[in-house]
């Protein structure tokens, strides 16, 4: 939080977007928020977890936007690697509202019962990793609707689109100025590191509690109807529409390897660590490649929430 860490400048996407590598654990390309605009008017589209947060204001500075500028900081679900920064934050933008789905804004306001939830998940990493959780002022909350927008007085407008399959309470956001869709996590994960072996693959992200593998496939096939060809990943950065077809794929199959694993999580995880890994090899990338150890984390966060849905 004191911001002395290491620090990458922001990476310009064009039309006004700008991405901001958080570094989440130390990890170069895991985890970014987005800056849209210029010293104008700007939004901040994520915020990440609090410890990382220092450095959407950093970028700031890099860009020369003035924190005052800011008008919107919009987080695509409540997730804390998403909104875990959103209170800190806020207390740095003076002229910033939230906007948020409106299943989220009220755990934002009242944090006690999300961080419960990060912590069954998270265990005695979570003060590492995301304290502190800043509750938000509950006059800066804008809950938005299904179909509503938000719009920066230069005139610039988001869209703001209900979307299960992840979470209930994730929306996301629409910029036709950039001809993009700011995906958070509906649109899964995309792995920049294995781009040395020739392809950046992209894996659904399964987490609990609320994922539903046809919901998050509905997702995904309407997330490309929209005909906006730039997919902005929170996890990680800017990637295409084609991407989707291999993340959804894999949602049926994440499915499958859980049904045969049997009960519990840690069987869950193994079989999605072998199958995932399987892919993989034949793609080229070997089995002690580091890359693969640098997944564990996603293998065991999907496997405790497919085990939990099956559960249900």
């Known amino acids: 939080m004191n911001g002395t860490g290491e620090f990458v400048p922001p990476a310009d996407l064009g039309s006004g977007v700008h991405c901001v590598d958080l570094l989440e654990g130390g990890r170069a ?5 987005y800056i849209v ?9 994520e915020t990440g977890a609090a410890p990382l947060a220092w450095r959407i204001l950093k970028s700031l500075e890099t860009l020369a936007i003035p924190a005052a500028a800011v008008e919107w900081v919009i987080v695509t679900h409540i ?7 959103t209170g800190w934050l806020l207390e ?4 910033a509202k939230l906007a948020v789905h409106p299943r989220g804004g009220r755990h934002l306001v009242d944090p006690s019962r999300l961080m419960a939830g990060a912590r ?7 003060d590492r990793q995301f304290a502190p959780i800043v509750p938000v002022p509950a006059e800066r909350v804008v809950e938005i609707p299904d179909g509503g927008h938000v719009e920066l007085s230069t005139g610039r407008r988001f869209g703001c689109l209900h979307m299960a399959g992840h979470a209930r309470h994730h929306f996301v956001v629409t910029d036709p100025a950039s001809r993009g869709v700011f995906t958070g996590d509906n649109a899964g994960v995309r792995y920049p ?6 392809f950046v693959p992209a894996l659904p992200t399964t987490s609990p509690s609320e994922f539903d593998p046809p919901e998050l496939v509905r997702t995904m096939e309407r997330i490309g109807s929209l005909g906006l060809p730039r997919l902005y990943f929170t996890h990680f950065s800017l990637g295409t529409v084609e991407e989707l077809a291999g993340s959804r794929d894999w949602i049926g199959r994440f499915v499958e ?7 519990g999580w840690e069987p869950v995880r193994d079989g999605l660590r072998r199958e995932v890994g ?22 065991e966060i999907n496997a405790k929430g497919i085990a939990h849905y099956l559960q249900k």
């Open 29 to 33: 390309e895991r985890t970014c928020a």
């Open 37 to 45: 605009g210029d010293a104008r008017a700007a939004a901040v589209i």
């Open 79 to 85: 997730h804390l690697d998403h909104a875990g920064g």
């Open 92 to 95: 740095r933008l003076p002229n």
């Open 120 to 126: 069954a998940v998270y265990g005695d990493s979570f």
């Open 193 to 198: 590191w294995f781009r040395n072996y020739g």
């Open 257 to 263: 390897i859980a049904k045969a694993a049997g009960p």
């Open 278 to 299: 399987r892919e993989l090899s034949a793609r080229g990338v070997p089995a002690g490649a580091p890359e693969n150890d640098s997944l564990e984390l996603d293998h």
